[in-house]
């Protein structure tokens, strides 16, 4: 398997808990032994967790982004594209392994077409709620960044969340003369 290594301080992101920050490592016992682990702290929940040192991968651990992955986060926003299912428990099941992997550019995909069927017709109650829940993951994963294309993405995340759906009202009856 690939070894990660991590260093006291780093931002990472754990599904599901979110990012996190490398605050040291320290040593647990398991079944007898000792195994090493990072230890990471999420500011934003007051969770800790342990990832064990001689396979980070295993847990789902990934470096959060940073300020040279933007520009390709950015365009996944604004032009990404996804296949889903049009029906709704595939697109469910797609959606939900989605969230749950939590890997950025797949998430601003799913940003992205779900934006678009907003704007196209509207979403039902469990699309705009995992709609939401991307929007949230990618702000979530920009807030720290401290630059301009990360101020642009978060406002763009802003806009997209409060956009009304284009809803084309029924044509209007034609009054009949009696």
């Known amino acids: ?5 991590f260093q006291i301080g780093d931002r990472v992101v754990l599904p599901p808990y979110g990012i996190g920050v490398v605050c040291g490592t320290c040593e647990r016992p398991v079944a007898g032994q000792a195994h090493a682990y ?4 999420f500011p934003a929940t007051a969770s800790r967790a342990y990832v064990p040192v001689a396979d980070p ?3 789902g651990i990934r470096r959060a982004l940073n300020d040279q992955d933007l520009p390709d986060l950015l365009n996944q926003l ?3 594209e996804l296949e889903l299912p049009r029906q709704w428990s595939a ?11 939590g890997k950025p550019y797949e998430l601003a995909a799913l940003t992205c077409e779900l934006r678009r069927w907003n704007m196209q017709r509207g979403l039902p109650d ?5 709609f939401r829940r991307a929007i949230r993951l990618l702000e979530q994963e920009v807030s720290d ?3 301009h294309l990360a101020r642009q993405i978060e406002d763009f995340l802003q806009e997209v969340w409060n956009e009304q759906p284009h809803v084309q009202l029924p044509a209007r009856p034609s009054v009949l003369a009696l």
Do not use: S
């Open 1 to 5: 398997m690939k070894h990660t290594a």
């Open 78 to 80: 604004c032009h990404g």
């Open 91 to 101: 697109r469910h099941r797609v959606v939900n392994d989605i969230l749950a992997g």
């Open 38 to 41: 990072y230890q990471v702290e």
């Open 57 to 59: 991968a295993c847990t």
């Open 145 to 147: 960044l401290r630059n």
């Open 126 to 130: 469990l699309d705009r709620q995992a």
